[in-house]
Nanobody, 114 residues
């Protein structure tokens, strides 16, 4: 199983960025997909999740600014991030889960400059 994140980088305060996560080795459509992040010195926290049926939920800190979506034909999940803030700076990880199984990507760094 491989989850490969891309799209991270340096962005200015208030700017947008879109992360992608390409999955292989799993039946993508039957896995719930999510994004987590870990800021320096902090624990990993959930950011957004999309179920197999397309239902979404978000951390309060990103509601209204971030949008998670998935393309089952491309085995890819996206995280559109708008109105970025310095406190969004973190390594962002892609997650796939189904029943008791969970898989993780290696992360992509997002840095928001003030």
């Amino acid at each position: 199983v491989q989850l490969v994140e891309s799209g991270g980088g340096l962005v200015q305060f208030g700017g947008p960025l879109r992360l992608s996560c390409a999955a292989s080795g799993i039946i993508f459509s039957i896995h719930n997909m999510g994004w987590y992040r870990q800021a320096p010195g902090k624990q990993r926290e959930p950011v957004a999740r999309i179920t197999t049926t397309g239902s979404t939920n978000y951390a309060d800190s990103v509601k209204g600014r971030f949008t998670i979506s998935r393309d089952n034909a491309k085995n890819t999940v996206y995280l559109q991030m708008n109105s970025l803030k310095p406190e969004d700076t973190a390594v962002y990880y892609c997650n796939a889960d189904r029943l008791a199984m969970a898989y993780w990507g290696t992360g992509t760094l997002v840095t928001v400059s003030s």
